[in-house]
């Protein structure tokens, strides 16, 4: 296909400790397949092959090196059956997460450069520490400023202002932070997932256990 090219992309961060995060998982909540792109920073060791399709509701599981490790993860949209020829996600613009597998992970939604499917990032089974869902929950495409769509509108490509109202817990330009805070201490595992419903956090969370069995929830860990 023809067009341009937009993706989510989460950026992890990690470094080796006596509990660290050990466990990629990526879910697909999309009504459509997506073909996870996970790549490493310059120098680190690749952690996937990168061929994987996931359908709708499927998840999958990759194991963090046993020292640092730091890289992004990608929604592509529309591959083929050799998971290339994307409509989205392949390469930039895109929607980025930040994050990784540290003693204390650090992470992040970036709208920096595009949005094509919603996502969210939370570390589960923590040490303590501030461990928020961070990312975005809205599908940006569908009132996306007409002279901003991509990809024949599946993707959009801004303005930061715009994304900024409509998601607060990414980032929409180089010098952007989250308002949340975060200093997550040796998740056990990092969970990436695509086209979640909502963010709920802290005690939201505990307070809307019942509402909605259906509904992702994470939790703040608070040390």
Not at 55 to 80: E, I, Q, Y
Request: proline fraction near 10%; charge should be negative; hydrophobic fraction near 45%.
């Amino acid at each position: 296909m023809a067009g341009a090219l937009t993706f989510v992309a989460v950026l992890l961060a990690a470094a080796a400790g006596a509990s660290m995060a050990t466990t990629l998982t990526i879910h697909n909540l999309c009504p459509h397949p997506v073909w996870p792109l996970v790549t490493p920073n310059s120098g680190l060791p690749s952690i996937s092959d990168n061929t994987a399709r996931l359908d709708p509701n499927a998840l999958l599981s990759l194991s963090f090196p046993p020292t640092f490790w730091a890289g992004r993860v990608a929604a592509r949209t529309g591959c083929d059956a050799a998971a290339s020829g994307c409509w989205t996600g392949a390469a930039p613009p895109v929607t980025v997460h930040d994050g990784g597998n540290l003693d204390r992970a650090a992470y992040s939604v970036s709208l920096v450069d595009g949005f094509n499917v919603p996502a969210v990032v939370t570390p589960h089974a923590a040490a303590g520490g501030q461990c928020p869902a961070l990312g975005c929950a809205v599908d940006l495409n569908c009132d996306c400023p007409p002279a901003q769509r991509a990809a024949e509108g599946a993707a959009c490509l801004g303005p930061p202002g715009f994304f900024k109202s409509r998601c607060p817990l990414t980032r929409t330009t180089p010098t952007d932070v989250e308002p949340t805070p975060q200093s997550c201490r040796a998740p056990g595992e990092i969970k990436v997932v695509f086209c979640q419903a909502t963010i709920v956090t802290g005690a939201a969370a505990a307070a809307a256990a019942d509402a909605d069995a259906m509904v992702i929830r994470s939790i703040v860990a608070d040390s």
